[in-house]
């Protein structure tokens, strides 16, 4: 019953989980004590006849401050499969009336968080997605990336609104509204907004907003080189139909002999840096 416990869960077991499964305090201590099982934290276990895998690292982690603890935020996304890598220091949430110390390799955030918000994937408890979004896009290694991926795969916007709004005093709160209102219906403005303040800064000068091109209107125009620019808000907002009326009206500018370019409001937060020398490659080329 043991080995298939720990077959499950990555080579981690808590003492708990031992007891349950026959094993006595004394039984779980000789273990240790040969060498085949490793003690990860109070009470958490690996047995040590396998890789310590990220995932028992994280399990070990979460493990470590008790039942009720959480993984959230970017551990939480890498453990719902919505990031690549695992976090070097896993992020865990417990209630607000915890004790103990912090151990090491983690963070830990005290709140009390509503039945709603938490979710067991894998035999670990961790917050559910809508919740795991909006905390992992609002820090450093998230931001709208992972939110645009996750609109695509696996959530919806109103119940990333509800989440947000259900969690108001947790910490990025802020930022996480303002993603949420990028990924609105103002998605689009908002990068257009985005693209200005990134030309001035770059000192980047010629262009027109809303400038007249082949009957249509493009979100910044350079005249003088003839080079278009067009803005979009987060990926999953294209659909069908908008899909095909973009490139209508993108091949009949380039018709008119202007080059496009077209940029998410996604490169516009996450890879500003790329989107200027695009830009200024675009125009000096021309």
Known sequence: MVDEYVRRHDGVITLEQARDAGLSRRAVHRR?????????GRGVYFVDDRPFTDEARIRAAVWGYGRLAVASGLTAAWWHGLTRFAPKVAEVTV?????????????????????VDVVEVNGLRVTALPLTVVEAAAQRGGGAKLMDN??????????????????????GAPRSRRLL??????????????????????GITGWKAN????????????????????V????????????QIDRL???DIILARWQVLRFTWLDLTEYPER????????????
Do not use: M
């Open 32 to 40: 240790v004590q040969s060498g085949r099982w490793r003690r990860c």
């Open 150 to 171: 996750a609109l695509q795969r696996c959530v919806d916007l109103d119940s990333l609104w509800r989440t947000h709004l259900r969690n108001r005093g947790r910490t």
């Open 211 to 230: 400038h007249p091109v082949g009957g249509y209107r493009v979100d910044v125009g350079f005249p003088q080189q003839r080079v278009a620019i067009e």
């Open 275 to 286: 989107v200027v020398r695009l830009i200024r490659a675009a125009i000096s080329a021309r």
């Open 181 to 202: 209102q990028a990924a609105s219906d103002g998605a689009r403005s908002e990068a257009e907004r985005l693209l200005h303040k990134l030309l001035r800064e770059a």
């Open 95 to 115: 209630p607000r009336d915890s004790h103990g110390r912090r151990h090491d390799g983690t963070r830990v955030r005290r709140r009390d968080l509503p039945g």
């Open 232 to 243: 979009d808000g987060f990926a999953y907002h294209s659909g069908a139909d908008a899909f």
């Open 249 to 251: 009206r993108q091949n």
